[in-house]
Structures are given as C-alpha cells and as structure tokens.
C-alpha cells in the first residue's frame, strides 16, 4: 500500500511540480505529434520520418510508421486516417495528404495542393486547414470533396500551427496572438495577443481549457476560456516546445529544434471549493462498491472520471442524479482519483478499493 500510495502521490503531485519523463528523442526535429488508440504518432520535420509508439506500456516498442514525407507540420487523425500537413518543395509537396493507420507502410494519398499548409483540426463533419493566409474547411464525410476557403487574408504570420475548434469557434495561433472565428459568421476577435512565438494548442480537461506552447518558451500555458484568463502552468524542460497534445491526463509536448517529446503528469487536481466540500463518498476505503452524494445541483450533467494511480481513465459517466452507485467490479486494489466536474466547478477525492 506504501508503494501504491507513492506512486499516486508522484503522478498527482500534491503540490506546483510535475513529473516529466522524456518518452522520445529518436531524431534532431519533431515537430507533428497526435495521439489515436492509445498510439502517440511523431513527426519528424527534417528527416520525413513518422514514428508511432504506444502510451498505455510500460517499456514501449518504439517502430517507423511512414517515411519519406519531409517538412510535415501537423497531424489530424480522422476515423482510421491520418491527415498531414506538409510544407516542402517542390511545389508540390506543399499539400495535405492522409495515411491509413491499419495498413504498414501506407501509400500516400492526396487530400489537395496548398501553399504554405501549416496547422490542421477538426469537428465532426470538417478538416480545417491553416494555410497561413487563408483557412480551409474540407468535408471529410464527402467523396471527392474540394477543400473550400471560409477565411481569407488571416495576417497571420508564418509559423503558427495550432488551431483548435471549441463551442463552434475556431483557435488559432498567430504568431503572438490567439485569435478566434465563428463558424456561423466568419466573425473574428482576439483571445489575447501578449504572447510571443506562439505554436501549438490543445483542448485539456474541459472545452473550457486550452494549453499552448511558445516556441521560445519553455513552458506550457493555460487558458481558461470562461474567465478568459492565459497562466505560465507547467515547466516542459525544452527549450523549443512546438506541439502539445493533452491525453488521459498527461501532457504530451514535442521539442521541434531539440527532437524530444517530454510526457508531463499533471499537477495536483486536488481542489478546495466550499460549494463542493459536503460532496459525500461512502463507504471510503470499500471493495468497489461506493455510493456518491452529490451536494452541488450544478454538477449534474457534468461528468465523472475515475483515474488509476498511472492517470488512465478507468472509468466514465454522466452525473444524472444526486445519488449514484458506483460499481468498480474487477478492479485492483489500490488508490484511485474520482473527479466530478461540470463547467468551472470540480469536485476531487481519493478513493480506496481494498
């Protein structure tokens, strides 16, 4: 129990530091990195190389995906494809192209011609692609569909990669701005516009966070959307972030000058808000079975995590009612976070299967 106990208190941190564990460092330039079925897939810029490794192993076999694709920028999976934006030349390297990810050494088939595609993003009907003056949107549900342009003459400067599509508003990065469109109208205003050489974004726990990377700064920030506040978050150790990605409560963030990709726990998730403290979880320890009160109504219809000491999702529903039962049948014991959360309130405890 000591030992279980130790590795949750290093995971979750219980204080301002994280874990950070180097995961990959196999070539001098990653920049592209996306995470499907537990597979964190990386690209690298210089040599063209794509590699994949899985993130749910302990001692993980690291193996090349695809190669022969120089100068890619971003990556977007779309059901069993992977899109990529590369930015090469000749001129007609400067595309966007999609993989089959159940096929060894896929052949590569061209989604369309740019001119400096750069970032890409999705929803659930479109592929969105920054083309650093213009901003395409291709419907990935048609056959044969022609990317059409929704935004033209951006400003944006060359470099930026990160876009992120929340509440029907598409983020994107702009060198030291954040900007933001409707997708209703096309409308556009500024998120914030004090950070310099700014790159990469991620949606995090909630569609109320974003995290970005700067490309001279060696940290992670985090912004809130609801209270449209941007924070220094947590220390990458790179000292050229180019990519994040949040995934099952770990940081993935890519060093496009250095080549490593650092795996950053977290920090603590534990709360203290007096709206949520007459929350009730009983029994606490228990063999599974645990019955949840849930005192705040504006929890309900939020959500509910359980995460294991390693920070892989265990188990996940929709808070419903004011009382649930929670049945963990066929898990270890251990220590466990369950995380109740619902817009801004969050409500956090340790639980205890014997």
């Known amino acids: 129990m000591k030992k279980i106990l130790l590795l949750f208190i290093l995971f979750f941190g219980f204080g301002s530091s994280a874990q950070i564990t180097t995961i990959f460092e196999a070539c001098n330039n990653t ?4 995470i499907h079925n537990q597979t964190l897939y990386i690209g690298c810029s210089f040599t063209g190389n794509i590699y994949r490794m899985p993130v ?6 690291l193996e ?3 190669t022969g694709i120089p100068a890619l920028q971003d990556f977007c999976v779309v059901g069993d494809y992977l899109f990529v934006a590369q930015r090469a030349i000749p001129m007609e390297l400067r595309r966007v192209i999609k993989l089959n990810l159940n096929v060894t050494d896929p052949t590569i088939e061209i989604v369309h011609l740019f001119s400096n595609p750069y970032g890409l993003t999705k929803d ?3 592929l969105y692609i920054n083309d650093t003056q213009d901003i395409y949107r291709y419907n990935f549900n048609l056959e044969n569909a022609i990317p059409e342009v929704i935004i033209s003459n951006t400003g944006h ?3 930026g990669n990160g876009m992120v599509v929340v509440n029907n508003h598409l983020y994107v990065t702009a060198t030291n701005q954040l900007k933001k469109y409707n997708l209703d109208t096309m409308a556009q205003s500024i998120v914030f516009s004090n950070s310099l050489n700014l790159k990469g974004i991620c949606i995090g726990e909630s569609e109320q966070i974003i995290y970005n990377v700067n490309f001279t700064d060696d940290y992670v920030y985090k912004h809130d959307l609801l209270n449209n506040t941007n924070t220094q978050f947590i220390y990458t150790q790179l ?3 180019g990519e994040v990605i949040f995934d099952n409560n ?4 890519s060093n496009l000058e250095g080549g490593q990709v650092n795996r950053i726990t977290m920090p603590s998730l534990e709360v203290s808000n007096p709206l949520l403290e007459n929350s009730i979880i009983y029994p606490n320890p228990s063999s599974g079975n645990f019955t949840i009160q849930v005192q705040d109504v504006s929890l309900q219809g939020g959500q509910m995590v359980i995460f294991n000491e390693l920070g892989e999702i265990i188990h996940k529903e929709i808070i419903n009612s004011k009382e649930i039962d929670l049945r963990l049948q066929g898990v270890a014991s251990g220590i466990y976070l369950l995380r109740l959360t619902n817009k801004d309130k969050e409500f956090v405890k340790k639980i205890v299967i014997q």
């Open 31 to 34: 920049n592209a990195i996306v």
């Open 250 to 253: 770990y940081l993935y963030v």
């Open 124 to 126: 659930s009907n479109y």
């Open 64 to 66: 090349i995906f695809k």
């Open 56 to 61: 749910n192993q302990p001692n993980p076999t």
């Open 157 to 159: 400067n060359i470099g």
């Open 239 to 241: 000292f050229s972030p």
